[in-house]
């Protein structure tokens, strides 16, 4: 049976108010903080002191905003692209998976991770590296009887410090290169996953911030690419500003329950093609456990006009609250703190998007190479019923999994995914 489409038009058509009505609320708002931040665009005193009297109300556990990294850029500095440099290295890194499925024969998963070296301003052909990794039950493995195997929080986390290690592999692989080197993430730097309750999140970010000293170490840069971002830091550190009567000061920073303005929709309105905000420095608890750990990876970040058309120029925002060509770009302090480097990753990082329009061309490409297509799947399980027939095993899916294909009339639910969405 077809899913009956009109059965929805009701809700189609709320769904459209409710949509038009938000972004009518967006524009009102970005107006607003707009005209603020040419009015204190240097008030770093009350900035500070904005900021200072959030941290003591707020809830700590939540609180999130952003303080400027220095106060050499005002609040409303729209900072145009450098030309890039004659030459440098650029390293990305992306991860796919097949996700654990209970139903199957036999249990598993699997993350692969693609990796491109572009070799800018050379004639250099990419290198390009791929990492396949099987995970399956083993005899330590706690299992429960009815959730045997894996939390699938076990598989993202595997995607993510497969992604960070390698880029910080190819980066010690690189050093000395000609130029910069660029290590580039299709993710946020600031990393804090979500686990299970068999896992420990500080455990994994030990992972990733032993990744991210390693790149570190190297001498190379580290930048976070987050498309369409839904960060609200540099907004919350804005309401410090206008201290409206009915703001709640101590759920400043938590995170919006509705499709509120985002920091993205705000710079939409600001920066013009290749343009960058100022740099910022992230507060939060996560990113004070970074800083205490080693300051050098303290994550700052700073908002990218990645697109080639003009988003600035008209007092129009995306669906959603955002410019679709306004992406936030991670960076550790060790690169914040250094102009040149800055300008090395903006530039860079701009020159790649000016290939695909919007979005780096080496991270499309090492998404190219990590994703697995769904004939890999089909290849992967004949190769794994051969192996446990080889040592006299054989196996058959549930009759829940059976029961549904033949209903279904040989359509399935695909459940492989690749990368961060």
């Known amino acids: 049976m077809t899913l009956e489409l009109d059965k929805l038009s009701p809700d189609l058509e709320q769904m459209a108010r409710a949509a038009a009505e938000m972004r009518r609320e967006q524009k009102t708002r970005a107006k607003q903080l707009r005209e603020l931040v040419a009015e204190r665009a240097t008030d ?6 904005g900021l200072q009297r959030a941290e003591e109300i707020a809830d700590r556990k939540y609180f999130r905003a952003a303080a400027p990294l220095t ?3 005002p609040l409303n500095a729209a900072i145009p692209p450098p030309p890039p440099p004659d030459r440098a290295t650029i390293i990305a890194t992306d991860g796919s998976q097949i996700m654990p499925d209970r139903h199957a024969a036999f249990l598993y998963y699997l993350i692969n991770v693609g990796a491109i070296v572009y070799h800018h301003g050379s004639d250099l052909a990419p290198a390009i590296h791929t990492s396949p990794r099987l995970f399956y039950p083993q005899i330590e493995d706690d299992q429960t009887e009815d959730e045997p195997g894996f ?3 076990q598989v993202t986390i595997a995607r993510d410090r497969g992604e960070i290690e390698m880029l910080a592999n190819l980066a010690a692989a690189y050093r000395g290169g000609p130029g910069w080197v660029l290590a580039l993430l299709d993710q946020r730097l600031l990393y804090w996953p979500m686990v299970g309750e068999r896992g420990s999140a500080e455990g994994v970010v030990a992972n990733w911030t032993r ?3 390693h790149i570190h170490e190297t001498g190379a840069l580290l930048a976070g690419y987050i498309d369409r971002p839904g960060k609200r830091s540099v907004i919350t550190m804005l309401q410090t500003l206008l201290d409206e009567p009915d703001m709640d000061w101590r759920a400043l ?3 919006p329950t509705g499709n509120e303005l985002t920091d993205a929709g705000l710079y939409a309105t600001l ?11 992230d507060i939060s608890s996560t990113n004070k456990r970074f800083a205490e750990e080693d300051p050098n990876i303290e994550v700052c970040f700073f908002y990218l006009n990645a697109g080639n058309s003009n988003v600035a120029v008209a007092d129009e925002l995306e669906p ?3 410019a679709r060509a306004v992406a936030r770009v991670d960076i550790p302090r060790w690169v914040a703190e250094n102009p040149a480097a800055v300008s090395a990753v903006h530039s860079l990082v701009y020159d790649q998007c000016r290939i695909l329009r919007n979005y780096p061309y080496a991270l499309t490409r090492a998404d ?4 697995v297509k769904r004939d890999d799947e089909t290849n992967l399980n004949f190769m794994i019923d051969l192996a446990m027939q080889r040592v006299g095993l054989s196996g058959s899916e549930t009759a829940k999994q059976s029961g549904k294909e033949i209903a279904r009339g040989g359509r399935t639910q695909y459940r492989m995914g690749s990368g961060h969405g």
């Open 368 to 371: 190219e190479l990590a994703v």
């Open 211 to 213: 990744a991210m000293r």
């Open 44 to 49: 770093w005193a009350g900035i500070r002191a």
């Open 320 to 322: 959603g609250g955002e």
């Open 151 to 153: 939390d699938t929080s």
């Open 253 to 255: 920073g938590k995170r």
């Open 71 to 73: 106060e050499n850029e």
């Open 271 to 281: 920066l013009g093609p290749g343009c960058r905000s100022p740099v910022f420095v």
